[in-house]
């Protein structure tokens, strides 16, 4: 809870600064804040950048470096801010003002290239016509002694949350409005047009966006899902419009110009239900799968997105499309590269992108000229680099870097020439930018990820990882915790993670902890993803028992007679799964885990999920329903069993750990509920989350040690 949690890296245009928002954890007050802080490009010590209290983040600099816009919670809703920014010392100058005034809030900020607008998302009403609409029903929801809900379609809930069937929407920003204090500033008033010195009436915040649909679509994080051409006068941007989002990944790019008031000579007023005022967006994307994060060339000629084939699967692999702007032709650059594009950005003379992608267990970077096959992995292979947030300031690249030892930092890659790519390929490229833990983790033992591979099923070749405990001896014979990963298309890899850290399970009693990447898993080309999908107790079950096999053969430490098998997610379905077809596992902690197929159906909001997963709806495909359910194998569980389940996990609703709990009971097997009435499908808060590892690891110590 001590280490500082590093966000992704914002380079300043000239080069010398790159500002972040780091996370700080106060356990006691049970908080999570972020803040601004600054470091020299060429590395160094890291600053606050706005000592203020508040939780502010997303910095994001303006194109000349002058000034600095970013998210701040000083206002309720949250709103985007503004500061001037001196270069020569790297500090704020002045007082920071706000950019936004609408009632539902703002986040997610960019500049346009001309530094003359800004563009955010908000999360309106879609048939209200302007704010002052939006503010009245907030209100008469928050001030109504009615808590029931009207539901008439899908979504009603995601994720953790229920919609209110708002949707996000794009607003554009006059940034020169703001610079020169012509927004009011009190959040209890309502902006109004303004006006300069010269009489020109300056433009509201304006919906880029109208309609029933959300832009950006719900996410979890990662590179923006909008964009703004170099010569500002168009917005590239991510949206759904099937007509039942629930059993639909048909993620759209749609281009619309971004200054539609004065191009078109209509007013400039907001309009969220009047888009009929406004151009047209206009469909750019044409594949049946999800299409996303589009992103500009610096030249303005091109157009990059990641795009999956395959409608209906969230999983499929991500290619990296270039679009021609002016032929409005495009092409797929990863056609042969098999494995799925990650976090990527254009070198800055726009001949090539780089990219991170998944392989064994690390996230290397990548990079593909235009026309080209991607080229072998820059600046380290997998699994030693883990990289992420990709973005370039001047011919540095800046990225993202962890590992299973170490939470987030950021790091550079230099680069000796403006054309060559393969100058990119060098280790000693790579540099160090922050040092936001190196004094806490100095203190800390940690042992190193340490793969292995053996034969699973089908006879191939699958990988698996072991942490060793702290002051490991290898003459003495130590319990094991064998990590199930969820998705089930993800991965256990050279990476740290907050929910299920490896090294803490390890050092927590003193545990030999082992993780396999079954078949499904993410990073070994999709053929091996693909796999899983109407197999869920077959290969994989088969995978995590071959691969404990071939560890309890190979290092005699392991101690077979006191192995905990644990899991969330689809790892908490593997864990039930488990229960009802092996008694070698002293216990089981199923968290968040699919108990019974058919009600998880009903229960879950992401349609597309099950019914790819499951080849159709129960009703047309119960016998594989049923084959893989684990509640139907009830009659043999005999295996201790912790349950863990969130009431606001919607993706797996909380009736399935009251289902299992229930059956455990029943049969009298010892179990024992940890229910948490604030959290979804995540153990976010800093207080639940001590409380989730103590209770996991004493129920693991009560049967184990």
């Known amino acids: 809870m001590k280490l500082k949690r590093v966000g992704a890296p914002v380079p300043s245009p000239d080069g010398k600064w790159v500002v972040f928002d780091c996370v700080d954890v106060d356990l006691e007050a049970n908080t999570r804040i972020s803040h601004l802080w600054i470091v020299p490009a060429s590395g160094g010590e890291s600053r606050r950048l706005n000592p203020t209290p508040n939780h502010e983040e997303r910095p994001r600099f303006s194109p000349d470096g002058k000034r600095l816009i970013w998210t701040s919670k000083a206002t309720d809703p949250t709103q985007i801010w503004m500061c001037d920014f001196d270069s020569g010392s790297g500090v704020l100058v002045g007082k920071p003002h706000r950019v936004t005034n609408l009632s539902t809030g703002a986040d997610g900020g960019i500049w346009s290239p001309d530094g003359k607008n800004i563009v955010f998302v908000s999360a309106v009403y879609p048939d209200c016509k302007d704010d002052a609409c939006n503010k009245q029903r907030n209100d008469e929801l928050k001030k109504s002694k009615i808590k029931a809900k009207i539901f008439s379609r899908l979504f009603y809930r995601h994720w953790s949350a229920f919609t209110e069937f708002k949707r996000s929407h794009l607003f554009v920003q006059s940034a020169d409005a703001v610079a020169a204090g012509l927004w009011p500033a009190s959040p209890a008033s309502s902006p109004s047009p303004s006006t300069r010195a010269t009489g020109e009436r300056l433009q509201e915040a304006r919906d880029l966006t109208p309609g029933d649909h959300d832009v950006p679509p719900f996410n979890l994080g990662g590179q923006d899902m909008y964009a703004i051409s170099p010569d500002s006068q168009e917005v590239a941007y991510t949206s759904n419009i099937d007509e039942v989002e629930a059993t639909s990944t048909n993620d759209e790019i749609f281009v619309v110009p971004i200054d539609v008031g004065h191009a078109s000579g209509l007013p400039t007023t907001n309009s969220q239900a009047g888009g009929s005022r406004y151009p047209k967006p206009k469909k750019i994307s044409t594949s049946p799968g999800a299409d996303t994060t589009p992103l500009y060339s610096p030249n303005g000629k091109s157009l990059a997105w990641r795009s999956q084939a395959r409608a209906g699967f969230e999983a499929d692999k991500w290619r990296l499309l270039v679009q021609d702007r002016q032929l409005a032709k495009t092409r797929d650059l990863t056609e042969k590269f098999d494995r799925s594009v990650g976090s990527f950005a254009w070198k800055p003379d726009s001949t090539a992108l780089l990219f991170a992608a998944e392989d064994h267990g690390g996230a290397p970077i990548f990079g593909v000229s235009l026309g080209t096959e991607p080229s072998r992995p820059v600046g380290g292979g997998a699994p030693e680099l883990q990289a992420d947030d990709l973005v370039f300031g001047g011919d540095m690249l800046f990225f993202t870097r ?77 319990p094991l915790k064998f990590l199930i990963h969820g998705g089930p298309q993800g991965a256990w890899g050279n990476e740290w993670t907050y929910r299920w850290n490896a090294e803490l399970f390890a050092a927590t009693g003193n545990y030999v902890v082992v993780m396999i990447n079954f078949h499904g898993s993410t990073g070994y080309g999709q053929k091996f993803t693909d796999s899983i999908s109407g197999d869920w107790g077959g290969k994989p079950y088969v995978d995590l028992m071959k691969g404990l096999d071939y560890m309890e053969k190979t290092y005699g430490f392991i101690d077979k ?41 009903g229960t879950t909001e992401e349609l597309w999920f099950p019914e790819w997963e499951f080849h159709g709806p129960p009703w047309k495909n119960r016998e594989l329903y049923q084959k ?10 005999k295996t201790p069993t912790l349950v863990v389940h969130g009431q606001n996990d919607y993706r797996l609703d909380v009736s399935e750990g009251f289902q299992l709990f229930t059956t455990l009971q029943r049969l009298k097997i010892p179990s024992k509920f940890l229910y948490f009435p604030d959290e979804g499908h995540w153990v976010l808060k800093p207080q639940n989350s001590q409380l989730w590892y103590k209770t996991v690891n004493d129920w693991v110590d009560q049967w184990c040690k």
């Not at 922050?434 to 699973?456: R, V, Y």
């Not at 969330?568 to 885990?593: E, P």
């Not at 893989?628 to 043999?636: E, I, M, Q, V, Y």
Request: charged fraction near 20%; glycine fraction near 6%.
């Open 402 to 478: 962890t590992s299973a030892r170490a939470p987030n930092e950021i790091w550079r890659m230099d680069s000796t020439s403006k054309n060559e790519l393969a100058t990119y390929s060098l280790d000693s490229a790579l540099k160090r930018v922050t040092h936001m833990n190196d004094a806490l983790l100095s203190q800390i033992d940690m042992q190193p990820l340490e793969p292995f591979t053996f034969k699973g099923a089908n006879d191939e070749e699958v990988q698996g990882f072991m942490v060793k405990p702290s002051g490991f001896d290898p003459n003495r014979k130590y």
């Open 628 to 637: 893989f359910s684990p509640h139907l194998f009830a009659d043999k569980f």
């Open 561 to 601: 007679n006191r192995e905990a098998a644990l899991g969330a997610s689809y790892g908490g379905y593997m864990a039930n799964w488990i229960l009802g077809h092996t008694n070698r596992f002293k216990c089981i902690v199923s968290h968040d885990g699919m108990f019974n197929t058919e009600s998880a159906y």
